[in-house]
Nanobody, 125 residues
């Protein structure tokens, strides 16, 4: 079993940068594919970006010029850094994990077995 805990959310200004962290416990993350999703009120949870165990990344088109996802296996942590924040980035952000040693990052919610509780990001205009 894996427990994921996100942190780093809060109220930020348009144009700011934000870094979220997701710390795992229970199992080493080194054999996992990791991803970030977000969900705005009244909307579906959507894929933002992710990183394979190999370090390869995949980003959603709507953020790929502003997003960096990274991982530190020694700290059992995955990070999301989002630059030039916009009000439409306001959402609850969730990290997700699934066991995978392939060079693969899934973009579908049902591809992930483990989820954090989410951290709220609010971007004021």
């Amino acid at each position: 079993q894996v427990q994921l805990v996100e942190s780093g959310g809060g109220l930020v200004q348009t144009g700011d940068s934000l870094r979220l962290s997701c710390v795992a416990s229970g199992r080493p993350l080194s054999s996992f594919a990791l991803a970030w999703f977000r969900q705005a009120p009244g909307e579906e949870r959507e894929f933002v970006g992710g990183i394979a165990w190999s370090g390869s990344t995949k980003y959603a088109d709507f953020v790929k010029d502003r997003l960096t996802v990274s991982r530190d296996n020694a700290k059992n942590t995955v990070y999301l850094k989002l630059d030039r924040l916009k009000p439409e980035d306001t959402a609850a952000y969730y990290c997700a994990a699934t066991v995978s040693r392939a060079n693969w990052v899934g973009a579908q919610r049902d591809q992930y077995n483990y989820w954090g509780q989410g951290t709220q990001v609010t971007v004021s205009s």
